[in-house]
C-alpha cells in the first residue's frame, strides 16, 4: 500500500453530531483518550503541492508523519468537501479548486 | 552573598546598579548599537546565567567549545556565545582590541563592552561541530551562517537593567534571585522542567515523574511535618527568538503558571520563570547548555525527556541523554533525570509512562505537533490529555496577546511588543 501523508481534521461534538446524521461518523478514527479526527489521506504529489500552496504549514516527519499547521479556515473548507462528496478522497478538487480561485475558494 | 554557579566557580553577575555609577562608566565611550539577539544575550551573561564566562566567547573559548565542548580552561561548554560583527562596523565605530564601547539597546545605553578580542571563526566548522550538520535548513545553523564575518571578545558589564514587560514581569528572576526564591522556599532540591510549550498531560506527567525521582530517598515525613515542601519543580520558560508556528510566549508562561493555580501542583511545590535564550535547537549540546544555565539558577536536577532541543529529524530521540551520561559527574553538578515518554493507554484507561505499559500496540502518543493541531482547529480537547483551564489560558492568550492566534504568525512577528526593553538611563 503507498504510504500516504494525511490532513487531520479534529472534530468537535457538533461535527461529530452533523457527521453522525449524514451517516459518516464511519470516517472518523478516535485518538488520544476518545478526541475524534477525520484524516484525510494525501499522495506524495498532493502533500508537496499543499506544502507549496499554503507555505505556513509543514510536514511533520518526525513525529505524527502528517501534514500539520495548515490554518483553520483551509482544514474547514476540507472537512466540507469531504461532507459534500461523503469521501475522503477530496485532496485533488481541493488543490484545483484553490488553484483556481486562490482566497475566494474560502468564501 | 557568594553563590557558586556552574563549574564550581563564583555566579557572574556583573551589573552596575547605580545610575549615577553607570552613566559616569559609561561616559565618553564610542556607542556601539546592539542587535535583539546580542543585547539578549548580554544580558545572560551579566546576570549570570552563562557563569563562568562574564562576556562574549573569545577565540580560544569558542574553539575549545566547538572541538572539545569546554572553555578554554576546562569547564564544560557546549555552545560558543559570540558577538558578531561586520569589518564596516568595526571601521565605522573605531573599535579596536583594548578599548571599552558602550553597547546600546533600542538608542539607550545598555552595557559597556571591553573588547580584548576582534577574531574570524569559520563557521561552517562551527556548525559541523555545534550541530553536527552543515545544513542550512537547521535553524542554528542558519542562524550561524548569518554571523557577520568578524567576532568581538570581552566583558560585559550592564549599565541598566531591562524592563520586562506584563505579563512577563513576574516571571523574570536573575539567578541570584532564583536562588533566593529557592530559599525563601526552603527547596533542597528543585528539578527543572526546561520548556517552549504549552503543557499538555503529558508534559505534567513528565514533571510529576522527574519531581519523584528529584525528591528520591529524601523523606515524605519531614516533607509533611514541616508542612511544606522540600522538593520543587521550576518550568523555566525559554523566551525569545520565535519561528513562524510556535506558540507565543505568553501563552507558554501563563499556561504553565495555569497547571498549579488550577491544583494540578500543590502551590508550595511548582513555581515558573522564564529566561531570555534563543533556542538553537542544537539537541545534545542544547541540552548541556540548558543544564549549564540551571546550575546556575540553583536547580539541583534537570528533567529530560524525548529529543531535547531537537529540530526535524538531525538528532535520535534519547541521543541528548547518551550525551550528559558522558560527562564525568564531577564536570555538570546538576543531577539529569532521563525520563521517558508518556502517551494515553486507552485499554489502562490513563495516561502512562511508555516504560511501563505493556500495551504497547495500543498507546496513543503525545505529538506537541498533534495537540497544535487540535488547538489550531479550536476543538476542546478531553481533559485527561490537555487541562480545560490550560485550554482557556491558551485562547484568552490568542486574544489578548496572539492577534486571534496562540501560534506565531505574521501579525505577532511583526506586531508583538518585545519582551523586554532598555529604558533611557
Known amino acids: ?107 | 552573598m557568594e553563590y557558586i554557579g556552574h563549574g564550581n566557580k563564583p555566579l557572574v553577575e556583573r551589573v552596575i546598579t547605580d545610575k549615577a555609577e553607570a552613566k559616569k562608566k559609561i561616559a565618553g565611550l564610542p556607542q556601539v548599537p546592539a542587535s535583539r539577539q546580542m543585547a539578549t544575550e548580554a544580558i545572560g551573561i551579566a546576570y549570570g546565567f552563562f557563569s563562568p564566562i562574564q562576556g562574549f566567547m573569545g577565540k580560544a573559548d569558542v574553539e575549545a567549545t566547538c572541538k572539545k565542548m569546554e572553555l578554554a580552561d576546562g569547564t564544560v561548554w557546549s555552545i560558543p556565545i559570540v558577538y558578531d560583527i561586520s569589518d564596516k562596523e568595526i571601521a565605522d565605530y573605531g573599535i579596536k582590541e583594548g578599548m571599552s564601547v558602550l553597547l546600546t539597546y533600542d538608542g539607550n545605553p545598555l552595557a559597556i563592552f571591553d573588547i580584548e578580542e576582534i577574531y574570524t571563526y569559520n563557521k561552517e566548522d562551527m556548525a559541523q561541530d555545534v550541530y553536527g550538520t552543515k545544513e542550512e535548513k537547521h535553524p542554528g545553523v542558519k542562524r550561524t551562517y548569518a554571523y557577520k564575518d568578524k567576532f568581538l571578545g570581552g566583558k560585559i558589564t550592564l549599565v541598566n537593567e531591562p524592563k520586562v514587560r506584563e505579563p512577563f514581569t513576574p516571571y523574570f528572576l536573575t539567578p541570584r534571585q532564583h536562588r533566593a526564591k529557592f530559599a525563601e522556599k526552603n527547596w533542597q532540591r528543585i528539578v527543572a522542567h526546561q520548556t517552549r510549550n504549552v503543557p499538555h498531560s503529558g508534559h505534567e506527567w513528565l514533571m510529576k515523574h522527574a519531581y519523584i525521582a528529584a525528591h528520591g530517598e529524601m523523606p515524605v515525613e519531614q516533607m509533611e511535618s514541616m508542612g511544606k515542601a522540600i522538593s520543587g519543580i521550576l518550568v523555566n520558560c525559554i523566551v525569545g527568538e520565535k519561528r513562524a508556528g510556535d506558540y507565543i510566549d505568553e501563552a507558554i508562561v501563563l499556561t504553565q503558571d495555569e497547571l498549579r493555580k488550577a491544583g494540578y501542583f500543590r502551590e508550595d511545590i511548582h513555581m515558573v520563570t522564564m529566561t531570555f535564550w534563543d533556542m538553537r535547537y542544537a539537541g545534545p549540546r542544547e541540552a548541556v547548555h540548558h543544564s549549564i544555565i540551571r546550575t546556575n539558577l540553583g536547580l539541583t536536577h534537570h528533567m529530560f525527556g524525548r529529543d531535547h532541543a531537537g529540530v526535524g529529524t538531525y538528532y535520535h530521540s534519547y541521543q541528548a541523554h547518551h550525551l550528559l551520561m558522558s560527562i564525568p559527574k564531577e564536570k555538570l553538578s546538576i543531577t539529569p533525570i532521563y525520563v521517558l515518554e508518556w502517551a494515553y493507554c486507552p485499554h489502562c484507561g490513563e495516561v502512562t509512562c511508555i516504560g511501563l505499559c505493556g500495551h504497547w500496540n495500543e498507546l496513543q502518543k503525545f505529538s506537541g505537533t498533534k495537540i497544535r493541531s487540535i488547538i489550531m482547529d479550536e476543538v476542546k480537547p478531553t481533559r485527561l490529555i490537555f487541562r480545560p483551564e490550560v485550554f482557556d489560558v491558551v485562547m484568552d492568550c490568542a486574544k489578548k496577546y496572539g492577534f486571534g492566534s496562540p501560534f506565531v504568525g505574521e501579525d505577532y512577528l511583526a506586531k508583538a511588543k518585545p519582551a523586554f526593553t532598555i529604558e533611557p538611563l
Open chain 1, 1 to 107: 500500500m503507498a504510504e500516504t501523508f494525511p490532513i487531520n481534521i479534529w472534530i468537535n461534538e457538533e461535527r461529530f453530531k452533523a457527521l453522525q446524521e449524514a451517516g459518516l461518523a464511519n470516517l472518523l478514527k478516535e485518538e488520544l483518550a476518545g478526541m475524534k479526527v477525520l484524516i484525510v489521506p494525501c499522495n506524495e504529489a498532493q502533500r508537496d503541492k499543499v506544502l507549496k500552496l499554503f507555505p505556513m504549514a509543514k510536514y511533520d516527519a518526525a513525529t505524527t508523519k502528517s501534514i500539520e499547521l495548515l490554518p483553520k479556515y483551509v482544514k474547514d473548507k476540507i472537512y466540507s468537501m469531504v461532507v459534500a462528496k461523503k469521501s475522503l478522497n477530496v485532496m485533488d478538487e481541493f488543490i484545483a479548486g484553490f488553484e483556481k480561485e486562490g482566497e475566494k475558494f474560502f468564501q
